[in-house]
């Protein structure tokens, strides 16, 4: 029997491989091409594709060259103008004596003192910066020195609820009230406009309000009326040197965006015809202390990211978990932010050092670009 022989190396090497195992390897082959296509082809196409940006198609309520709708015209307050007393012979020594006078805010009671001078004295209920004024809730002292006054003032149109009741509860039928918003025919059920408390942020208002403190004074006290009116005087030609600097900066600035934590700011936007563009919604629910809808919180936020808004005015008074964020996003996308209050900083202060202070502010913050700040 003959032995067959083993093949060798090259015998091995010239044998062809078998039908199944050649199809494996090409189809391996094939699927690694296909798999490393796709794998470029994604690559290529992230890689030319842009994400679409968070504020993709929100409603700034504005656009490159409109305006935004909250900001409106001021109106002439409806109420007939105070009237305004002649003046009085010289006083007797006999004849006058100090009235007692509350103020339910500081930035009232400033404006009555003025007035008043010597023959009142002057109490203001909320003086503390760090108060929110939307939130005070009165106590035995607030009752009392109520109680006790000749004249009290009063903002209301819902700012400040606890003084009408405590006004109320009183029921003093010789006391002289003023309640500034029904003087100045302003409604607690308007909108961000015409309902809006924040009536000492309206010039207008302020004149309107301190000839209606005139006419109550002399009311009071008819023997003082010439003393009383050249202190008022004096007020008014005071309050018009201050808002000189309202018609600068419309006059520089009218048009510019602007947006503000909380509606405090309204009407001093319209006074200088600076196009306040932060949704209504957002500042009123942060005025009554609530926590803005969704959709407004939204449009701030890409309204500060637009790069078309100068600059943010941040109510350090009512200050919230989002108020914050606001500002920290306005930071970020270097908006200047300035900062307002509701009530005198510092107390001390009278209403137009305080208001002319904030005014300087607005204008070195609309300035910023020009200061290089």
Not at 122 to 129: A, E, H, K, L, Y
Not at 205 to 225: R, S
Not at 245 to 263: P, Q
Request: proline content about 7%.
């Amino acid at each position: 029997m003959t032995a067959s022989a083993s093949p060798g190396p090259s015998d091995m090497a010239l044998s062809p491989v078998p039908a199944p195992r050649r199809h494996r390897t090409l189809l391996i082959v094939v699927v690694a091409v296909v798999l490393v296509v796709a794998a470029l082809g994604g690559t290529y196409a992230y890689l030319v594709s842009v994400p679409p940006a968070p504020c993709a198609g929100v409603n700034l309520g504005f656009n490159a060259t409109g305006t935004s709708s909250t900001t409106s015209p001021i109106a002439t307050p409806a109420a007939a103008d105070a009237p305004r007393p002649a003046v009085a012979p010289s006083v007797s020594d006999a004849a006058p004596y100090v009235i007692n006078v509350v103020a339910a805010e500081n930035f009232w009671g400033s404006l009555v003192s003025q007035i008043g001078g010597n023959w009142t004295h002057v109490t203001s209920i909320i003086t503390d910066p760090n108060t929110d004024p939307h939130e005070y809730e009165s106590n035995d002292s607030d009752a009392k020195a109520i109680a006790e006054a000749q004249y009290v003032i009063i903002n209301n149109v819902g700012y400040d609820d606890w003084a009408s009741e405590l006004v109320a509860a009183d029921g003093a039928t010789n006391q002289t009230i003023l309640n500034v918003g029904d003087s100045l025919a302003v409604s607690v059920t308007g909108g961000i406009v015409t309902g809006n408390p924040h009536l000492w942020y309206n010039p207008t208002y302020v004149n309107e309000t301190v000839a209606w403190m005139l006419h109550n004074l002399t009311t009071i006290e008819p023997q003082l009326t010439g003393y009383f009116t050249d202190n008022y005087d004096n007020l008014t030609k005071s309050l018009a040197s201050l808002y000189d600097g309202v018609g600068l900066i419309k006059k520089d600035f009218a048009g510019t965006k602007v947006a503000a934590t909380e509606s405090i700011f309204v009407y001093l936007a319209n006074a200088t015809d600076l196009d306040l563009v932060s949704p209504p919604a957002f500042m009123e629910a942060v005025a009554e202390g609530n926590d803005p809808p969704d959709p407004s919180v939204v449009t701030f936020q890409c309204q500060l990211d637009s790069g078309q808004v100068k600059v943010l005015v941040f109510n350090a008074q009512t200050v919230t978990p989002i108020t914050t964020n606001m500002k920290a996003i306005a930071q970020e996308h270097n908006v200047t932010v300035m900062s307002v209050t509701e009530t005198i900083v510092p107390p001390s202060a009278t209403f137009q050092e305080w208001m002319g202070g904030e005014l300087n502010a607005l204008f070195v913050a609309l300035d910023a670009d020009q200061l290089g700040q």
